[in-house]
């Protein structure tokens, strides 16, 4: 009688896969009381899912999600016990909607969602909005505490860019990503919430972008029928158009944390930056209280820049991907309560293509008289041609595009007719408002299922 035992090998480039031993014994009762006690043992695992609730994104990426799941994942899932409820998205916001309004979430130990970065976005805003108004958390409050979600959440990639699962687990692969779910690994992350006039507009966990890769993003949704090839082709012409905006960014530098945004500390596994950061933001949270909120930033300075920038980038993470291995900040970490605020000021076509072919080498990208880089807690944006205390809308009036136009036109004596604004891209999605204050946190009860190891 022989026992076969089923266990994660790691390989290259951070992937895993699953592999196989097999034991052989003569006494079939000596063998059955091997499997009972391998069972008894792996049960005492609490970390280890035992039931998911599934959202598969059949439209993503090359849509292959469904087949990535059937055929990589749901048999892993199988052969580790976990039982999962499937759910095939059906449109836009599907996920998102039914975590706010329909799913039994007791029933389950995470959510796990088979996309890109969009789908985790879904999944996020429906599981972080329907966690605050259960604890009666307003989220038009940019003030509020988040409370933590208890579900942890998992990636499977099937998207166009994947940069989520990349930048935490250090690749791409379905496969490796499912045994992360499986073994019950799990990383903390930071979560930042953007507001509008004290209203909600998002959350996010990766990037916010304006200028360039607003620009990209909001060029490429006309352009959705050419798959992921859109995101070369509107990046090729953002970059050949060379908008530049003008705007204040203001902003609340960490102070007494450790590690910069140009230093050689990568956030790895038992990450010393997170560990430390992150306890004191906590430590700082709870020494005030909540209707004061103004103490509690009082550690630092805001600070205040006014220019002319051709691209504003918070990253909470790397976002690294296949394409920028270091992503467009390498040392961001993944819970330390923090972002890093990359200003890129007006330039040279050709100065900017140096900042961004460094994203694609080892070269430091902020190493250039053009970019600043500042690893901040909280920061708000309100472009030049927009009231302190009035919207901006996306869709303005013709007449009113004229007036703005002409002024900025001046500016711009080579392009016809170039925009006063941009769009914020917010984890490839476009808010409907450019003046923005973004405030980030750390939810240490908030996990995923995913955790990037050195190996």
Request: contains cysteine; proline residues 4%; neutral net charge.
């Amino acid at each position: 009688m022989s026992v076969s035992v089923l266990y994660v090998e790691r390989c290259r480039q951070h992937r895993w896969r699953c592999a196989e031993v097999t034991f052989t014994c003569s006494d079939g009762a000596l063998c059955q009381h091997w499997i009972s006690s391998i069972r008894e043992q792996l049960a005492t695992i609490t970390s280890r899912p035992k039931h998911l609730l599934v959202y598969i994104n059949p439209y993503g990426g090359k849509r292959q999600g469904k087949r990535i799941y059937e055929q990589k994942v749901a048999p892993l899932f199988a052969q580790a016990g976990v039982s999962t409820h499937v759910i095939v998205t059906e449109y836009a916001n599907h996920a998102r909607d039914h975590l706010k309004m329909e799913a039994e979430l007791k029933k389950f130990d995470g959510v796990v969602c088979v996309g890109g970065d969009g789908m985790f976005s879904e999944i996020i805003h429906g599981l972080i909005w329907r966690t605050q108004i259960d604890n009666g958390v307003d989220p038009n409050c940019p003030d509020e505490t988040l409370s933590g979600c208890s579900l942890r959440i998992g990636i499977i990639p099937a998207g166009s860019t994947d940069c989520i699962c990349f930048a935490t687990v250090g690749t791409n692969d379905p496969v490796t990503s499912a045994l992360h779910i499986i073994v019950g690994d799990s990383q903390p992350m930071d979560v930042c919430s953007v507001h509008h006039s004290n209203t909600f507009l998002r959350y996010s966990v990766s990037l916010l972008g304006y200028g360039f890769y607003g620009d990209v993003l909001t060029d490429s949704e006309r352009k959705r029928w050419m798959g992921p090839a859109r995101y070369d082709l509107s990046g090729l012409k953002m970059f050949l158009t060379h908008h530049y905006y003008e705007g204040t960014v203001s902003f609340l530098p960490a102070r007494g944390i450790i590690g910069t945004p140009r230093d050689a500390a990568r956030c790895r596994s038992g990450c010393v930056v997170c560990q430390h950061n992150g306890q004191l933001h906590s430590e700082r949270a709870e020494s005030y209280e909540m209707d004061d909120v103004s103490n509690c930033e009082s550690d630092g300075e805001w600070r205040t820049i006014r220019g002319k920038f051709l691209a504003i980038n918070a990253a909470s993470m790397s976002c690294a991907c296949p394409r920028s291995p270091k992503g467009l900040s390498p040392a961001a970490h993944l819970a330390d309560g923090t972002t890093d605020l990359i200003l890129v000021r007006k330039c040279s076509r050709f100065d900017f293509l140096r900042h961004l072919l460094r994203h694609t080498s080892k070269d430091d990208q902020f190493d250039l008289t053009f970019v600043e880089v500042h690893r901040v807690r909280r920061f708000r944006f309100m472009p030049r041609h927009c009231q302190s205390d009035s919207e901006l809308e996306l869709d303005l009036q013709e007449n009113s595009k004229h007036q703005i136009f002409s002024q900025i036109c001046r500016d711009h004596p080579a392009c016809g007719c170039a925009p006063a604004y941009s769009s914020w891209n917010c984890d490839g999605e476009i808010l409907t408002h450019t003046a923005i204050d973004v405030r980030y946190k750390t939810l240490w009860e908030f996990l995923t299922f995913k955790h990037l190891t050195p190996g």
